[in-house]
């Protein structure tokens, strides 16, 4: 059967079950507007399973009638989208702005539309708009008894049928999709009775044979099997980040220490990541406990050794789940009174607890349900009798489908292995990532009291930032400081790249001065634009005088570019013949080949955060188009992906261009553009187009972001990507200086692939080389020739209806 024809017959229900997450809402916004744009009709089911159980009270069903509802809206109501106009008929019950029905908890309307009594209810486009930066789920989340028994089951199928739904989008934990299996499962017996008992007809049972069920896993503690990323956890990780950023001021202040309880009863994810992007002293996760007998000396030893060169303030983190490996349970309280009764130290317990859940909807938030929305709908187009349920996940940024009971009973089996003391198994089953943000806590955290390598094999690495400053460049450079301590080698900062070099501004980085260096936006070392070809004989030099076994640099295309120059200066300069790496961070995000660049993440959010209050502004002021500018050069990855994020109407990139036809057709709708999208059509002549055009039906203006996209605070996941790919280009530098060390002849040659960028393509960690590099990108336009994420410009648009409303003219 043809999508079309399937669609044409779908009538999809989506719920949110189980603990709250955010992002919860971006999915049923994402659902509800894919269906419609598939032709089909959309549910809301309010107060998960429990809501689908308590159905609609009789006399409470559904208004089918338009024109009593037309214009209850007063002063709020909008020209709808042509897709409203065609589902009204169905959605009149919940149009009052943007959900504000489903907001008001009491469910009471001052056009006398109530949902009281109502669990299971129709909606339409404009019902879902404007949902994205809402935390929780406006529809209602609950935990079902009824559903878990068989009767409740039984009336959750019957309220169903009777609204006439036969396919259901879950998004909520492995209970919430246990709970999916069991009733798609069950459905054609449940369906038999209600017809045996009078309680369907014929034609009932025969439409609704099979129960198409689909499930989106919400849950903060990423704790699901088969998925990269659960819903909510980024957010819940933004939270926790943001109270240790807080602590540690106090921290410092009265040289404290503090241990934070964090949110994961079988999974230490959230523990873990914030470890490692607050740079944390010590942690406890439930996949990897301590010796039971020897734990408490092992985290003293650790933190006295901090505090003995000179460190102030202690940062521990507690999973809410961490055990020992006796599976004794560790608790805050616990770590508290050993650290104040064997070192001494004034300590603090702080328990996150519940503000974890809550908030504004971080960027990964909002783009990932809503790829993750569109692709479980597609899933229960093309679903049969015959296919499995699936789970929507994400491997390797992509989407993907799995069997759900295949995820739920993998994610089991890491609780059982912990239960079981088999601890290897419980972290074998986590993402190879996982073991490797691990093993970077530990590198980063620990202090060696003597260096890991033997003399002949220490280096003196060079480290450089170049190009513009992006969040998680100060991790980077704290990671390599860090790792380089540990192993024996000697880390030199440079300070403002290859001009402070050749003004010999270069000076020893030590293990305690990068300490807060995690959380600090900007460049520490200092940067600037300018390449090695500004006197390369001079740079080779200054490489020669300081004797670098080993060079990184942490940067954008610039970076990339001097790269490519310094291994081709290696023919000329025997000083260039030495590992060397670039660790590519840029908020456009257009260094060749790499899925993600440091700082890429911490930019989106700030253009979240900005256009957010952009938006307030816009809603408070009506009819106004904001036309948004971000940075990005010739890459529109910012623009694109924040157009996502955000849910902009439209998106200008440079790979697309702009042209008169396109503004035209554009006139009504709200913009985001890139800066160079086209040097004709600026920001400010789209923005004056708009004002003239709109003449009084809106307004216009402009909000050019600039520099405040490279953020402030680095982003969890920037840091958290910083520590893991820093660590990679010193194992990298020191791999190939350990060849080269083993070349007979005096003058060391250099192999090509020395020199090499560091990408991340999928889950992965690739090296390519500089030259090899060079095939990939598009030097006259400074980005990639491909880029994964150019697929979603026509997403952005498609989920505000513009490809529709253009059709229509
Ligand atoms: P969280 O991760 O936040 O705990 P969860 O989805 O795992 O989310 P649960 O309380 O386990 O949360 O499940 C949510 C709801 O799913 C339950 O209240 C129940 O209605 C339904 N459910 C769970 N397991 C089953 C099951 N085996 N059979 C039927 N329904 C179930």
């Known amino acids: ?67 009593a509802e037309k214009g209850a809206n007063g002063s709020r109501s909008r020209t709808p989208t042509p897709e409203a106009v065609e589902t009204e008929s169905f959605t009149q019950t919940l149009r009052y702005g943007d959900g504000d029905l489903l907001r008001d908890g009491t469910g009471d309307h001052p056009s006398g539309r109530s949902l009281k009594g109502r669990y299971i209810v129709r909606v339409g486009w404009d019902d879902v708009r404007g949902w994205f930066s809402e935390g929780g789920t406006l529809i209602g989340t609950a935990r079902s ?57 014929q034609e009932q049972a025969r439409n609704h044979a099979h129960l198409k069920i689909v499930g989106l896993v919400g849950s903060i503690d990423n704790d699901m099997s088969m998925t990269d990323l659960t819903i909510g956890a980024p957010t819940a990780l933004h939270r926790i980040c943001e109270s240790i ?69 202690t940062i521990v983190i507690v999973a809410e789940g961490a055990i020992d490996s006796k599976l004794q349970p560790i608790h805050a309280d616990h770590v508290k009174d050993i650290l104040s009764e064997r070192l001494g130290l004034d300590t603090r317990v702080t328990t996150l607890g519940h503000t974890q859940r809550g908030g ?11 790829l993750q929305g569109v692709e479980a709908v597609e899933a229960l187009l093309e679903s049969t009798p015959d296919t499995p349920s699936y789970m929507i996940g994400v491997r390797e940024n992509k989407i993907t489908r799995v069997p759900l009971m295949e995820a739920v009973k993998l994610t089991r089996e890491v609780a059982q292995a912990i239960s079981e003391r088999d601890f290897e198994k419980a972290m074998s089953l986590r993402d190879p990532e996982f073991r490797e943000t691990l093993d970077g806590f530990y590198a980063t955290s620990m202090l060696e009291s003597e260096p890991k390598l033997h003399h002949h094999l220490r280096m003196r690495v060079g480290i450089m930032h170049v190009g513009a ?30 001009v402070g070099l050749l003004d010999d501004n270069v000076f020893q980085l030590s293990w305690l001065g990068v300490d807060n260096w995690m959380t600090r936006g900007g460049s ?93 502004s816009a809603s408070a002021s009506r009819n106004r188009v904001f036309v948004v500018e971000t940075q990005g050069g010739k890459c529109g990855y910012i623009a694109t992906m924040g157009a996502l994020a955000c849910g902009a109407c439209i998106v200008y990139t440079p790979e697309r261009g702009i042209d008169l036809d396109m ?50 605070i680095p982003s969890p996941m920037d840091r958290a990507r910083a520590v893991r790919l820093s660590l990679k280009c010193m194992s990298f530098l020191e791999q190939h200086h350990e060849l080269l060390l083993k070349q007979q002849s005096r003058s060391k040659q250099a192999p090509p692939e020395s020199a090499a960028i560091i990408t991340i393509q999928g889950s992965s960690v690739q090296w390519v080389g500089v030259q090899d590099m060079v095939e990939h990108a598009d030097m006259k336009n400074r980005r990639g020739k491909q880029a994964w994420w150019q697929k979603y410009t026509e997403l952005v648009e498609a989920l505000v209806a513009r490809p529709q409303l253009l059709a229509k003219g």
């Open 245 to 313: 950023d807080n602590i540690n001021s106090t921290a410092y202040s009265h040289s404290r220490a503090f241990v934070l309880e964090v949110m994961g009863r079988h999974c230490g994810w959230l523990a873990l990541m914030a470890g490692v992007s607050s740079g944390a002293d010590f942690i406890f996760i439930p996949e990897s406990p301590p010796d039971a007998d020897h734990w408490a000396d092992e985290m003293c030893n650790m933190i006295q050794s901090h505090r003995d060169i000179g460190k102030r303030k």
């Open 1 to 67: 059967m043809s999508n079309a024809t399937a669609a044409k017959k779908m009538k999809l229900a989506v719920l949110t079950s189980g603990g709250d997450s955010a992002g919860m809402n971006a999915v049923v916004r994402a659902v509800v507007k894919t269906a419609i744009i598939k032709g089909c009709e959309t549910w809301i089911v309010r107060e998960g399973y429990e809501g689908l159980v308590r159905g609609n009270d009789a006399g409470h069903h559904r208004s089918h009638n338009i024109g």
């Open 469 to 498: 400053p992006a969040g998680g460049m100060n991790a980077a450079t704290r990671a390599a400081v860090r790792y380089c301590l540990r192993q024996g080698h000697k880390p030199f900062a440079i300070n403002n790249g290859f």
């Open 360 to 370: 504004r909807p971080c960027a990964t938030d909002r783009t990932l349900p809503t």
């Open 524 to 616: 520490e070392l200092g940067t600037n634009r300018k390449l090695p070809d500004i006197d390369l004989g001079a740079v080779a030099a200054k490489f020669q005088q300081y004797n670098f076994h080993a060079f990184i640099m942490i940067g954008g295309f610039e970076a990339f570019s001097s790269l490519q120059i310094l291994e081709q200066g290696r023919k000329f300069y025997p000083a260039f013949n030495i590992p060397m790496a670039h660790l590519p961070a840029t908020i456009s995000n257009n260094v060749p080949l790499t899925e993600f660049s440091l700082g890429s993440d911490t930019s989106l959010n700030a253009l979240v955060d900005a256009c957010d209050a952009i938006k307030q």
């Open 145 to 201: 008894m009824a559903f878990r028994t068989r009767e409740g089951r039984l009336t959750a199928t019957h309220n169903m049928i009777k609204e006439g739904i036969d396919a259901l989008v879950v998004c909520g934990g492995d209970g919430s999709l246990t709970g999916a299996d069991v009733f798609r499962a069950e459905w054609p017996g449940l369906v038999s009775e209600l017809l045996s008992t009078g309680k369907i007809t």
């Open 663 to 712: 503004l035209r057709n554009d006139v009504k709708f709200l913009k985001r553009r890139n800066e160079v999208s086209s040097d004709v059509y600026t920001t400010d002549v789209i923005t004056k187009m708009f004002k003239e055009e709109g003449g009084s039906l809106f307004d216009s203006r402009s909000a050019a972001l600039g520099h405040t996209l490279q953020g402030g």
